[in-house]
């Protein structure tokens, strides 16, 4: 029930939002969910380079259950605000497996409703995972629906001297006219609580 709430109080908090940047989040992580009750806390600067832009994405990850993370995020840029929540379902995770595979799927705002779905797959070389995957996200503009197809390619260092931080550098590679403005590079850090 507590999980229930916490998913409609962010569904609606996107609804209610204020007009808010053109911007993306990508994956920003592994396809690896967290443990069941397991917290992290991002920082995740985006340049969003065919838009000459810049926002500052704070992240937070918690893990619902065997499995399933629900993600909520909150992007700031000068008065702006972009808001959004996913959840990942894991699919497949190392070591039981050659790769780890996650789909997701969410909802974000940006003055219009967009959704956010995808198919993350990564591969685990400790310290380091590589991920990369497919991002669609259909955006719902005054009648007109923008197809985002994007392809995240992303690095996830496990920082060794610390099993509490983790870095994390992408790429947002548009693959259709679409996604071209959601193009991207990405860097920050994540922290488990």
Do not use: C, W
Not at 128 to 149: A, C, E, K, R
Not at 164 to 188: C, W
Request: glycine content about 10%.
């Amino acid at each position: 029930m507590k999980n229930l709430k916490l998913t409609l109080g962010m569904a609606l908090a996107l609804f209610t939002m204020p007009t808010l940047v053109n911007a993306q989040d990508g994956f920003f992580s592994n396809a690896q969910t967290l443990k069941k009750g397991a917290f992290a806390l991002s920082v995740q600067p985006v340049f969003l380079t065919e838009q000459d832009d810049f926002i500052l994405m704070f992240r937070g990850a918690y893990g619902l259950t065997y499995g399933l993370t629900g993600h909520a995020k909150l992007g700031v840029f000068d008065d702006d605000i972009y808001v959004g929540a996913h959840l990942e379902a894991n699919i497949a995770s190392e070591p039981s497996s050659g790769l780890s595979v996650a789909v997701l799927g969410g909802i974000y705002s940006q003055g219009e409703i967009g959704l956010k779905t995808g198919l993350n797959i990564s591969k685990d070389l400790d310290p380091v995972s590589i991920y990369s995957g497919v991002n669609y996200q259909p955006y719902f503009l005054d009648g007109n629906t923008l197809h985002s197809v994007l392809i995240p390619v992303g690095v996830d260092i496990h920082l060794r001297n610390s099993d509490k931080v983790d870095l994390v550098l992408e790429g947002d590679i548009p693959v259709n006219d679409d996604g071209e403005y959601l193009q991207a590079i990405t860097f920050g850090a994540r922290f488990y609580l």
